[in-house]
Structure formats: C-alpha cells, structure tokens
C-alpha cells in the first residue's frame, strides 16, 4: 500500500521533471530572449516572490480571490437551495439567471469599475460573478435530488425544518455543492488574474502584465509560474478538504483512493447523485 | 389506540382509487400485520396513518385526537430502509438523529442511543458508517432509530422484505422479543403471509384499493418460535386461510 502510494508519487514526477530538463535543454542552445533559461526564470522567481513580492501582490490576490471564492459559494448554496425547493421561484427567476450567466465576466469589467471604483471590491464582485454559477446550478440539483424516503424519515420523527435543512437536506447535496464549487475556484483563479489587467495597482496578474510590457522576459515567466503553481496547490487543498468532508460519498461511489474509510464499498448507487461533475454547469437551473 | 375510519386516498381524481373506505381499529400493545398483493395500498394507508400525507376523506385518530400531522408518540421504519439511513452520519448518529429535537440532553442522547443499538444486537457498530454494514444490520439500525424515539406505536412497511430468510427470522424474533419487553403497539405491514401468521395477534387483509378484507385472529400460542410455532397444524390452518382470503374473488366485483 505505502510502496503503491511512493510509486505513484514518483510516477507523476517523471513528466513534469523531463519537461523541465527538456526546456532547459532546448532554451540554454536556442538563446532566445522570449524563452530564458530555467535558471534565470528560477533566480527572478527566488529574488521576486521569495518573499519580497508576497505581502504587496500575491496576498492581495489571494485575498480577492478568495472573498470572490467565498461569496460566490455563499450566494450559489443560499439561493441555490431556495430555487431547488421552490420550482415557482425558479422559474420565475429562471430568465434573469440566465441572462446574468451568459455575460462574459470580463465584458462586466467597465460597468464593475464604474460602480465600484479601481478598488478591491470591484474585482471581487467580478470574481464571485463569475464563479457562482457552477455552484449555484449544482446546489439546485442537490437539493433536488435529495432522497424523498431521507425526508419522509425525517419529517415523520418530527425533526424541525432548519434541522432537516442543515443536518439532511445540506449534506446531501454536499457531493453537488462540492462538484461545483470545485470548477467555481477555477474560475475564481482566472478571474482574479483578469481582474488585475485593468484598473489594478498590484496583483500577480498586475506584475506579470507589467513585466511584458517592460520587456522582462523572466520576471514575466516568474509570475506565470507562480501563477500555475496557485492554481495547482488550490486545487490539491481542495480536493484534500473535499477528501475529508465527503469521505462517506467517496467510499460509496467507490472513489475513496486513501485509507480513511475502512471496509469496502456496499451496495447502492441510489441514493449517489448522478455522479457530480461539472457537466451541470452546462444545464439550466 | 389507533382508529382508522372510512379513510380514502385517490392520487389521480380521474383514475381509481388507491385506497377505499378503509376502516380498523388497533387497541394498545397489539401486534398487528397487514397483508395484501403488492400495489394494493399499503403503503399509502401507512403513511396517511402517520400523517405524511393527507388522506382525500375519512379519519384516523391516535388516542382520540386526529392526526394531521406526523403524531408525536410514533415511528415508522419505512420499506427502503437502506435510503432511510443518513449515509453521512455514524450508525449511533442515525439513530440518536431524532432525539434532539424531542428535548433529550446529550447525555440522554447518547444513553437511549446505546440501549437501543444493544437492544438490536449493534452495540459495537455505533461508529460504523451504514454503509459499511450488510443489508441486514441496516435494518436493524433503522429499527433501533425507531426503538430509541420511544414510540407508543411502531408502524413498518415491509421491513424485512430485502433481506435473507435466516436473518428474516432473526429479526422477526428480535421484533417479538422488542414487543413483548417495551411497551408498544405494533402495526406491520408484509406480503409475506408466513411472516404475518407467525409474528401477529390479528392478521388484516387487505384487498385492492385498500380497504379490510377480512380479519384474521391468529389464535396461537403467545410463545412463537420459528420450527415449533410453524409447526402446529393450526399455523398451517390460518395461513391458508389468509392466502384463500386474498385470492378469494371479490364479491363486490362478482356481477350479482
Ligand atoms: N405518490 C403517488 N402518486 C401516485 N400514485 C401513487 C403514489 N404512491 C402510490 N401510488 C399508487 O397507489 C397504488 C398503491 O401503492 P402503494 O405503494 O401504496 O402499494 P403497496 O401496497 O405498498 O405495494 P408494495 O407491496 O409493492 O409496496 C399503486 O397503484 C401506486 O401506483
Ligand atoms: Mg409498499
């Protein structure tokens, strides 16, 4: 089991480490200004973001991300839920939803400066715009298709409604909510880094679009790697976070990859919504 | 206890109805079965008995009030047992679920949760998830859920209709001896006619839309036990007398 587990870790390596050699390899003959070396990229890296550049650009990325992140899954599980007990409700917002989810965040970009100012919020509210929408069309689809047998068993012990909301209905959707705020960090991600390639005065975005246009190829390539590697380690917290909320959903879909549920997987594919992905982004709410 | 009285449900006003003009009555501590052919309606007389649904007319009163609502001293093990258990939360947490909100402290939680896990067998699958049990042992979870809410009247739909026949007569001696030891009235509902005869006092026929029949007053020893009991040629006797009485043909439908 542990020697399965360091195999695969050291699998996964083998690729990322000879793309690395094989740039390096290429970029140290090729002498081309666009695509400097690994040393240099890693020298600016260490310089810039080792730890200089930390408390003035990546922290306040981070921190509108993650408040864009927040409210997008605050707002998507809020009037998610609402739409998925209500069908009056959803159809009556239903066109007006879909209206909002169709604008291209960054086309909202002028009208969210006008109204908020060049300060965070405006980047924030485009942020949390753009990623409620996998987590709000989840949410309904969880609520919806929460067992009607969990909610009879719940109503006929004369469990009170805000319990049956928060310890039933709630954690049955979780596996939904989780699917979608998993591509709703994506998007976050994204957004924060267009965010910053307007109207802002730091960033990561800000500095790596400030370094192309200054011509500095490194430091450029510093923040774009830096960049990948939010993006990589946010997932990863996700799906470590994920691992330990839904491990009952995980052993039951027979996903559970590390030790932590202990006997195999029984029947029922029931009661597991049909499998949670993102594809619900696609379908109306 | 229990009146039930011209109760009627018809899902679809242009079709027929589910159930019709159904009227019984259960006295306190009874053990009770009601047997009819799948989709006569049990189900649906189960949950307008339990205040799920409303009925479309007619009555059930619980110790002389009405029931409108799901009533305060009963609890219902429901046919899907499995998709009545909460996979998320622990076996203990399954069956200590309700009580909260019936006014129990932790500490009362906790204890009433051990009592009844014991009482089924499952005293050291408290911390198990239901999933990682046999279909079985989530059953008896579900039934220790209903034992720790401590209901006067205890319905069941076809509780052990999923399991095998060995833990089927396990779990039927574990419903008697859970009769016979707390105080509670017993109403159980199983297309199974062996299983009525051998756990009721009084079997109730019901016939398609579910309406009684004929009643059956199982008048065996009080002592059942899985060979002896079904044994007896009087067992033999009532159970093909409830078997001709569900395939007997109707007289309200014989022309004439
Ligand atoms: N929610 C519902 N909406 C419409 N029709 C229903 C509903 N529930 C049950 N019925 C219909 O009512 C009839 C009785 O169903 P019910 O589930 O009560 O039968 P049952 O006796 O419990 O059957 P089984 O032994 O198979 O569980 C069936 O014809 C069924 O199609
Ligand atoms: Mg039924």
């Given at each position: 089991m542990i020697r399965n587990r360091i195999t695969d870790w050291a699998l996964a390596l083998v690729l990322p480490v000879l793309l690395l050699v094989a740039y390096d390899g290429w970029a140290r003959t090729a002498d081309d200004f666009f695509f400097p070396p690994l040393s240099e990229i890693g020298g600016t890296f260490a310089d810039e973001w080792l730890f200089t550049r930390i408390p003035t650009d990546l922290l306040p990325s981070l921190v509108r991300m993650l408040a864009g992140f927040a409210l997008a899954v605050l707002i998507g599980v809020a009037l998610g839920t609402l739409l998925g007990f209500s069908r009056t409700l959803s159809t009556a917002l239903d066109p007006v939803l879909q209206f909002l989810r169709a604008l291209p965040p960054p086309a909202l970009i002028p009208v969210s400066l006008l109204v908020f100012g060049a300060g965070d919020s405006a980047k924030v509210f485009l942020i949390a715009l753009g990623a409620v929408w996998p987590v709000l069309l989840n949410t309904v689809d969880g609520v919806r298709g929460v067992d009607r047998t969990a909610l009879d068993m719940a109503r006929s012990y004369r469990v009170p409604a805000h319990a049956r909301l928060t310890r039933l209905v709630l954690p049955a959707a979780l596996p939904r909510i989780f699917a979608g705020a998993r591509t709703a960090l994506g998007i976050a991600i994204i957004l924060m880094v267009v965010s910053e390639?307007?109207?802002?005065?730091?960033?990561v975005g800000y500095v790596v679009q400030l370094a192309q246009r200054g011509f500095d190829i490194p430091e450029m390539w510093a923040g774009t790697v830096l960049l990948g590697l939010l993006g990589f380690s946010a997932n990863a917290l996700f799906v470590a976070v994920e691992r330990r909320v839904l491990h009952w959903h995980l052993a039951i879909s027979g996903r559970a990859t590390t030790g932590r549920a202990s006997s195999a997987p029984r029947r029922r594919s029931r009661r597991t919504t049909p499998n949670p992905t993102e594809a619900a982004g696609a379908r109306r709410p | 206890m229990l009146d039930v009285r011209d109760l009627t449900k018809t899902y679809d006003p242009a079709g027929t109805p589910a159930m019709a003009d159904l009227t019984f009555t259960v006295g306190e501590r009874e053990f009770v079965c009601i047997v009819g052919s799948s989709g006569c309606g049990k189900t649906t007389m189960l949950r307008c008995l339990s205040g799920l649904v409303a009925p479309t007319s007619g009555t059930v009163t619980l110790d002389g009030v009405p029931v409108d609502g799901p009533p305060k001293d009963m609890a219902f093990v429901f046919q899907d047992y499995s998709r009545s258990l909460l996979p998320w939360m622990t076996v203990a947490g399954n069956v200590g679920f309700p009580l909260p909100y019936k006014g129990l402290s932790k500490a009362q939680v906790a204890a009433a949760t051990a009592e009844a896990l014991a009482a089924v067998g499952l005293a050291d699958r408290g911390d198990s998830y239901p999933w990682q049990l046999s279909g079985g042992m989530q059953q008896r979870v579900a039934i220790a859920r209903a034992l720790a809410y401590q209901p006067r009247i205890l319905l069941m739909d076809e509780p052990f209709a999923s399991v095998d026949a060995q833990t089927r007569a396990d779990l039927e001696d574990l419903l008697l001896d859970i009769w016979r030891r707390y105080d509670i009235t017993i109403l159980f509902v199983t297309h199974d006619i062996d299983e009525a005869v051998y756990l009721a006092q009084r079997v109730l026929v019901l016939r398609r839309p579910a309406h009684v029949h004929e009643v059956v007053e199982i008048d065996l020893p009080a002592e059942r036990d899985q060979l002896a009991t079904k044994q007896l040629p009087r067992f033999g006797e009532l159970r093909s007398h409830v078997l001709s009485s569900l395939r007997a043909p109707d007289p309200a439908v014989l022309p004439g």
């Open positions: 390639l307007i109207g802002a005065d730091n960033g | -």
